[in-house]
């Protein structure tokens, strides 16, 4: 009979440590939902002195280039889709990129 005290506390500590082991570390892995650009600094948007079609038929880095300071995300990639939110943002835009080039640029 005196050995279930002992054993319910054996249990509780148990349960502590493989609760404690499922937390978060706090860090979210880098995915292409995330934004790519500066989302603190949208007014440094070096992009926004061009039209967006102004991107359409530079490579990739030409492009990521000159949205450095912007909002914005890869949404498409040599045809795989990306996924994205639903929220409208005036200030984010998304490119498509096929064979190393910006195709199409949208905002929201």
Same mark, same amino acid.
């Given at each position: 009979m005196h050995k279930l005290p002992a054993l319910s506390s054996g249990l509780t500590l148990a349960t502590v440590? #493989? *609760?404690a082991g499922c937390a978060t570390s706090g860090t979210v892995p880098a995915s292409p939902t995330t934004p790519q650009g500066d989302v603190t600094a !949208?007014? *440094?948007c070096a992009a926004n002195q061009h039209p967006d079609d102004a991107l359409v038929g530079k490579t990739e880095a030409e492009? *990521?280039?000159l949205l450095q300071g912007c909002i914005w995300r890869l949404g498409e990639k040599d045809g795989q889709q #990306? !996924?994205? *939110?639903m929220d409208y943002?005036? @200030?984010r835009r998304t490119i498509g990129v096929k @064979?190393?080039?910006v195709t199409w640029v949208r905002r929201g």
């Open positions: 440590l #493989f *609760t !949208p007014n *440094t492009a *990521t280039a #990306f !996924p994205g *939110t943002r005036q @200030e @064979e190393g080039k």
